[in-house]
């Protein structure tokens, strides 16, 4: 394809920070930001852990009429949409509306407001429900909100695939720009904190129950028991090239190629996916970028933290890669896993080691579990041909991978 679609603005709202500047510095320093739930009271759940952003002040991202309107997942997304535009050094109305999309991925929508209006229905005296149940909640709630906020009337979307969404969102954002739109606002946010998100969740058995946040999230480890959930995620700005150089943006990076496969099967309370449906997921998003295997530098995994999930991670990645991948790095441990906003997050972290002209080390393993025996990054080290495979799976059957080519960094010593 002629037409090339890169990155130019990155917008983070994690629990490693509010801002890009914030996450990198978490990611490079290697602090753990998971903690004891805050959100709620966790004390009747074995689950009591969790990722959530520090400090976070809606208010200062939205007004009151969007407030009482819209759940903590769409501010969080506010918020990070409002960082990514700004870094890429564009208004925030679009000043050709038809011009500029919005395209996020969405798992579970707004639980808070949801929990709350729904304990007024079946515990309060009204049994009434406030009018803007009906969209808070809704899958695509953020996705509308944002593009009646800033005027993003072209092709606008939501995908739907738990944690893959957040890798299959920034490839529908570059078809779209390959069809005629030059701006489109692409990533994920998430929020599954409320009682009745966390329920959800336990129902899986894939969380971890353990007490103790430095223990609690250890994926590809012999310790590994479980995900600790968290909030938030990455929004980014996607450009057609042309319209980016034309304006003199920085572009941090070009999404160059995609793979999106399903299990076709459902996933029992013993399975692990399929190692070679994602293995093809690698591949495809390889072949369509004219990437070699031993061109990437690193990949940034999935990371459940599942004992068989890791097992079968490491399996798919060994079927692309051979006995000797590239290096794995995963910041995981460090957030807590925010599904769709958890993968939108790597894309950030990766984009942002090109930016820095470093390949951070891995949050772990400490000792890697029997099977999950892949060449973990223990040091930070230079990109050599600045490419990296980030890659996600949903719930049940879902693969995604995602290529990105970094641009070149800037001089060593020159302002950021």
């Not at 969209?135 to 695939?161: D, E």
């Not at 995963?330 to 950030?348: C, E, I, M, N, Y």
């Not at 025996?373 to 080290?381: G, I, M």
Request: some cysteine; proline content about 8%; overall charge neutral.
């Amino acid at each position: 394809m002629s037409t090339r679609a890169v990155v130019t603005g990155i917008g983070v709202v994690a629990p490693s920070g509010v801002g890009a500047d914030a996450h990198w510095r978490t990611v490079v320093e290697g602090v753990r930001r998971t903690a004891p739930i805050t959100l709620f009271d966790p004390a009747g759940y074995p689950t009591r852990v969790a990722g959530e952003v520090p400090g976070f002040e809606a208010a200062a991202w939205a007004d009151n009429r969007q407030l009482v309107q819209t759940d903590r997942w769409t501010h969080l997304g506010f918020a990070a949409t409002r960082l990514a535009l700004a870094d890429a050094g564009l208004p925030e109305r679009a000043p050709d509306p038809y011009g500029w999309a919005v395209t996020l991925a969405s798992s579970s929508g707004g639980n808070l407001f949801g929990q709350r209006e729904l304990q007024r229905l079946w515990g309060g005296s009204s049994r009434t429900v406030g009018a803007y149940q009906s969209i808070a909640w809704f899958y695509a709630a953020s996705v509308g909100q944002l593009s009646i906020h800033h005027q993003f009337k072209g092709p606008c979307g939501v995908l739907v695939a738990e944690s893959a969404g957040g890798l299959d969102s920034l490839a529908h954002a570059v078809r779209t720009v390959r069809r005629g739109t030059p701006v489109v606002i692409a990533g994920a946010t998430e929020c599954p904190l409320s009682p009745y998100a966390l329920a959800c969740q336990l129902r899986s058995g894939l969380l971890s129950a353990a007490s103790d946040p430095e223990a609690a999230y250890r994926p590809f480890d012999r310790s590994a028991g479980g995900y600790v959930p968290a909030e938030g995620g990455a929004v980014f700005v996607v450009e057609e090239l042309g319209h980016a150089v034309a304006r003199g943006a920085r572009i941090y990076g070009e999404v160059t190629g995609w793979g999106a496969t399903h299990d076709a099967a459902h996933t029992g309370p013993d399975g692990a996916g399929d190692p070679a449906r994602y293995a093809r997921a690698m591949r495809l998003a390889l072949d369509r970028s004219g990437v070699t295997a031993d061109e990437v530098d690193v990949v940034l995994p999935d990371a459940l933290g599942v004992p068989r999930y890791d097992r079968a991670e490491a399996e798919a990645l060994r079927e692309v890669f051979g006995d000797r991948p590239p290096p794995v790095s995963t910041q995981k441990p460090l957030t807590g896993r925010a599904h769709q906003g958890g993968s939108a997050l790597d894309v950030a972290t990766a984009l942002l080691a090109f930016h820095h002209d470093t390949l951070p080390a891995s949050a772990g393993p400490q000792e890697p579990a029997p099977g999950c025996d892949l060449d973990f990054l223990r040091a930070p080290r230079r990109p050599r041909h600045r490419l990296a495979l980030v890659c996600a799976r949903g719930f049940d059957g879902f693969n995604s991978a995602l290529v990105l080519r970094g641009a070149p960094p800037a001089p060593r010593g020159a302002a950021e």
